[in-house]
């Protein structure tokens, strides 16, 4: 009788590990996930909800997306009709709370894999929920590849719509699974969720935030050094644009003065340069983007180094490349990515990014303010 019971006991076990192997290996299984705006956590360096729809609709008003009734696209909505439908419901595409995404899911024992299919965008609004249509993902892809979402300080320097999709930093429900509605079942939807993507499984096609901030900063002068390099720099293109005027006026000093008539002498007074910063282990680097000169307080065009380079331009035998990259000045960031640092606090952010987590920056200078 024993015997029988083990039997029994073995044949269970195998059965019901058949049975979950079957639920967790699966091909191409529709899956339809909900994101929350005020969900997602500030580390994460970006909010799609925020950002995606108002991109989608402005692509859609201008002809360059068609905009669907369900991801099946057997009805196209016009870019009026859409407005009607804001209209009507007192509802806007590009501000909305929620974000839908159709997806579909592939996953094996040791591999899990994810495509992005499309967009469902739907509101709450005081009439009930309200459903603006389907936007195919494959239809949207060189705009999402080509246009780069607002990244907040704890984010990358760059990054696109595409990238920021297949990162899955980002905060998320499952809320369909091929024929299976979670809304009774939130526990099982997220079971799958964990098997899928935060278990021992590799997830295939990841894309890896890069470690690099893109920053705004001001040279500073330092009137206490005899040899500031601030100080050296500002005057060596002082002189410089004094002396080649004909420059001055190619690169937005006409907006100002006329050729003919303007003989004064020009003071630079301040100089902005952006630059992206790179982090590989404890190796840094630095790669300047642009740089905008302002002369007698007013802004000339903002010129990429590469333009600079055609000058020729020595300061004490050192291009201004050379200058930039030894940073013997001092400087305030104003700008870290899209967001903007209020000048007292210029310090903490350069500090942060020598003492602390990259995809923390926030968090350091939180804490380090009230301390």
Not at 107 to 113: A, F, L
Not at 136 to 152: F, K, P, Q, R
Not at 186 to 210: E, T
């Amino acid at each position: 009788m024993l015997l029988y019971k083990i039997i029994f006991y073995i044949s269970f076990l195998f059965l019901a590990n058949i049975v979950e192997a079957k639920r967790k290996a699966y091909t191409e299984v529709p899956a339809l996930i909900h994101l929350y705006a005020a969900n997602q956590n500030d580390t994460n360096g970006f909010n799609l909800v925020q950002d995606l729809p108002a991109l989608i609709y402005k692509n859609i008003l201008s002809g360059k997306l068609t905009l669907w009734d369900s991801p099946k696209k057997q009805v196209a909505i016009s870019p009026n009709a859409l407005q009607n439908i804001e209209n009507s419901n007192s509802a806007l595409f590009s501000n909305l709370e929620s974000l839908f995404i159709n997806e579909l899911w592939t996953s094996t024992r040791r591999k899990t894999e994810f495509y992005v299919a499309g967009f469902s965008f739907l509101a709450e609004t005081d009439k009930g929920r309200v459903s603006f249509g389907y936007v195919d993902a494959a239809e949207a892809y060189s705009i999402l590849a080509t246009n780069y979402i607002t990244t907040n300080v704890n984010g990358p320097a760059e990054l696109n719509y595409i990238n920021a999709l297949y990162s899955r930093k980002y905060d998320f429900a499952l809320i369909q699974f091929g024929n299976t509605n979670f809304s009774k079942n939130i526990a099982l939807a997220q079971k799958i969720k964990n098997d899928a993507f935060y278990s021992k499984k590799k997830v295939s096609g990841l894309y890896q935030l890069p470690t690099s901030k893109m920053l705004s900063y001001v040279i500073d002068k330092n009137v206490s050094e005899k040899n500031d390099a601030g100080i050296v720099l500002i005057k060596g293109l002082e002189n410089f644009l004094n002396t080649n005027k004909e420059i001055f006026f190619e690169i937005g000093g006409s907006k100002y003065y006329d050729y003919q008539t303007f003989k004064n002498e020009l003071s630079i007074t301040r100089i902005e340069i952006i630059e992206e910063w790179r982090k590989n282990g404890n190796v840094y680097s630095y790669l300047p983007k642009s740089i905008k000169i302002f002369t007698n307080n007013k802004p000339l065009n903002t010129l990429t180094f590469e333009e600079i380079e055609k000058w020729n331009l020595l300061i004490q035998f050192k291009s201004i490349d050379d200058i930039v990259a030894e940073k013997n000045y001092l400087f305030s960031i104003f700008k870290f990515n899209n967001t903007l640092i209020p000048p007292d606090e210029s310090a903490l952010y350069l500090k942060a990014l020598k003492e602390y987590k990259w995809t923390q920056v926030s968090n350091y200078v939180k804490y380090s303010r009230n301390n």
